[in-house]
């Protein structure tokens, strides 16, 4: 009952043995100092006084440690920690994700980034430019844009990210610094950059206390028009809602509870310009492209995919997906493959997203005169 379930959970955290071992070795202790003998129930009561109630200690301790560690910072060039970390999310486990990430990704919009750079008043070329990427994930944006650019400098959250974004870069004498921190806290100092990208981000950095008035939005807006020089751009990427989120992918009208709740989660074109505006940017720009998808075809379109974990890794949609609902909608693309249509319908489902476009770029500009 409670006492089995209460010490696997003791176990589990403290990789520590079982009670029943615990009062064993207890009992074998006190028969080797020659003190009188005890039943096994008073050692295990004896053992518990001097066990469980530290480890209880302890694990109170485990489970709050998040909470309570200082953000630790990867930096390329040294530097101290931020002390603060908001918009923390548990909405995807970034450190299975960054797994697969690449694999599954396409970097769509690099020439919305570098058309916002090269078009901004700050009147420097692409090559004399420093571009902040907020939220950098693995750095496939970065990728495709670092030897376009003058100067990168990279952040995000989660570690397991920022270790495939420090292998790929090592070495790169374009990349100034790889930091561990929050889009809300940015580690910089004023007027920094000539740029910030935040790609796919924004969507992730709420709470469910934030949300209802996507005060991380703001915050996140605020940070990038602070590190940012007068007259550079913010560039920010988000799912597109329009016209319904579930003509995003192929699969998503096979799980609308996901659906639902993923769309909850994204903000709306309306919130993003408000948010950037209400920061001190003048909106340049408010685009959804449609010439492409943000997944990589090869990895996208393959409708065996939804059955691996790892496939499934690459989007966060998929986190949002109960156990019952994953089954139902695997039940039904395994019924597609093995009656033949899985393709056709595939492709049916997709002309929805290439109607209206998968993702939404607006670009904020900070006035010359801030």
Same mark, same amino acid.
């Given at each position: 009952?409670?006492?089995?379930? +209460?010490?696997?959970?003791?176990?589990?955290?403290?990789?520590?043995?079982?009670?029943?071992?615990?009062?064993? *070795?207890?009992?074998?202790?006190?028969?080797?100092?020659?003190?009188?003998?005890?039943?096994?129930? +008073?050692?295990?009561?004896?053992?518990? *006084?001097?066990?469980?109630?530290?480890?209880?200690?302890?694990?109170?301790?485990?489970?709050?440690?998040?909470?309570?560690?200082?953000?630790?910072?990867?930096?390329?060039?040294?530097?101290?920690?931020?002390?603060?970390?908001?918009?923390?999310?548990?909405?995807?486990?970034?450190?299975?994700?960054?797994?697969?990430?690449?694999?599954?990704?396409?970097?769509?919009?690099?020439?919305?980034?570098?058309?916002?750079?090269?078009?901004?008043?700050?009147?420097?070329?692409?090559?004399?430019?420093?571009?902040?990427?907020?939220?950098?994930?693995?750095?496939?944006?970065?990728?495709?844009?670092?030897?376009?650019?003058?100067?990168?400098?990279?952040?995000?959250?989660?570690?397991?990210?920022?270790?495939?974004?420090?292998? =790929?870069?090592?070495?790169?004498?374009?990349?100034?610094?790889?930091?561990?921190?929050?889009?809300?806290?940015?580690?910089?100092?004023?007027?920094?950059?000539?740029?910030?990208?935040?790609?796919?981000?924004?969507?992730?950095?709420? +709470?469910?206390?934030?949300?209802?008035?996507?005060?991380?939005?703001?915050?996140?807006?605020?940070?990038?028009?602070?590190?940012?020089?007068?007259?550079?751009?913010?560039?920010?990427?988000?799912?597109? =809602?329009?016209?319904?989120?579930?003509?995003?992918?192929?699969?998503?009208?096979?799980?609308?509870?996901?659906?639902?709740?993923?769309?909850?989660?994204?903000?709306?074109?309306?919130?993003?310009?408000?948010?950037?505006?209400?920061?001190?940017?003048?909106?340049?720009?408010?685009?959804?492209?449609?010439?492409?998808?943000?997944?990589?075809?090869?990895?996208?379109?393959?409708?065996?995919?939804?059955?691996?974990?790892?496939?499934?890794?690459?989007?966060?949609?998929?986190?949002?997906?109960?156990?019952?609902?994953?089954?139902?909608?695997?039940?039904?693309?395994?019924?597609?493959?093995?009656?033949? +249509?899985?393709?056709?319908?595939? =492709?049916?489902?997709?002309?929805?997203?290439?109607?209206?476009?998968?993702?939404?770029?607006?670009?904020?500009?900070?006035?010359?005169?801030?």
């Amino acid at each position: 009952g409670l006492w089995t379930r +209460t010490e696997a959970l003791i176990r589990q955290k403290t990789q520590l043995p079982s009670l029943s071992q615990a009062a064993s *070795t207890f009992q074998l202790a006190r028969h080797r100092m020659s003190d009188p003998p005890e039943t096994k129930e +008073t050692a295990l009561w004896k053992a518990a *006084t001097y066990l469980i109630f530290p480890l209880l200690l302890g694990l109170i301790a485990t489970i709050n440690m998040p909470e309570a560690q200082e953000v630790k910072r990867a930096r390329i060039e040294g530097g101290s920690a931020p002390e603060k970390q908001a918009g923390e999310t548990s909405f995807v486990n970034y450190m299975d994700a960054s797994k697969n990430y690449d694999a599954a990704r396409d970097p769509l919009g690099c020439d919305i980034i570098l058309g916002a750079m090269a078009m901004s008043p700050v009147n420097q070329s692409l090559q004399d430019q420093h571009l902040l990427d907020a939220g950098c994930g693995t750095g496939n944006y970065v990728a495709k844009i670092v030897d376009k650019v003058g100067a990168v400098s990279m952040q995000d959250f989660s570690e397991g990210m920022l270790e495939k974004a420090k292998l =790929k870069f090592k070495g790169n004498s374009k990349v100034k610094a790889i930091d561990q921190g929050d889009c809300c806290s940015l580690a910089y100092p004023d007027n920094t950059f000539h740029a910030v990208m935040s790609n796919q981000v924004v969507q992730h950095i709420e +709470t469910d206390e934030s949300r209802p008035n996507r005060l991380h939005l703001k915050k996140s807006s605020e940070e990038a028009f602070r590190v940012l020089k007068p007259g550079g751009v913010y560039i920010i990427s988000t799912r597109s =809602k329009e016209p319904a989120y579930d003509h995003l992918y192929w699969y998503s009208v096979l799980a609308p509870k996901a659906v639902k709740a993923m769309s909850e989660r994204v903000p709306s074109r309306e919130e993003c310009v408000a948010s950037l505006e209400a920061a001190g940017f003048e909106i340049s720009q408010c685009v959804c492209p449609k010439y492409k998808s943000i997944m990589n075809p090869t990895h996208y379109y393959d409708p065996r995919g939804v059955f691996s974990e790892a496939w499934r890794r690459g989007e966060s949609w998929w986190s949002l997906v109960s156990p019952e609902e994953l089954a139902s909608l695997q039940g039904a693309v395994k019924e597609m493959i093995d009656n033949g +249509t899985a393709d056709a319908w595939i =492709k049916e489902r997709d002309l929805l997203r290439t109607a209206a476009g998968q993702v939404l770029f607006v670009v904020g500009t900070k006035p010359l005169s801030s």
